[in-house]
């Protein structure tokens, strides 16, 4: 059993190939990172192809996600797939860390996922 920042315990599991320590971290970052994108969930689940309620768990840190899943997610929001696995990302800073983020695909130093 582990605590995330939220105070929420979880389980860890293997889930598609992804040894998930962080289950509610990842998913508080997918939120953040959404919101950061000027995205709805709605849009967000559009654009990755799977349904809001599912994305809603996500978020929560209360659903399976596969690595297929994540690299939906991440080519949605335009965004590096590692970047869900940061420790701790900080909403007031995300903005800028965005930035600097696309800064570097457009010269091709960061790949996003195809």
């Known amino acids: 059993m582990v605590t995330g920042k939220a105070g929420k315990s979880f389980l860890c599991s293997v889930v598609g190939g992804i040894f998930m320590y962080y289950a509610v971290e990842i998913g508080e970052n997918i939120r953040i990172l959404r919101k950061a994108t000027g995205l709805t969930q709605e849009k967000l689940a559009e654009l990755a192809g799977i349904c809001v309620g599912w994305l809603r768990e996500i978020e929560h840190g209360c659903a399976n ?38 800064a570097l695909v457009s010269v091709g130093k960061v790949v996003l996922a195809s």
């Open 65 to 102: 996600v596969t690595r297929d899943i994540l690299d939906e997610l991440a080519r949605a929001m335009a965004v590096p797939v590692w970047i869900f696995f940061a420790l701790e990302l900080d909403p007031d800073t995300v903005q800028r860390e965005l930035r600097e983020i696309q």
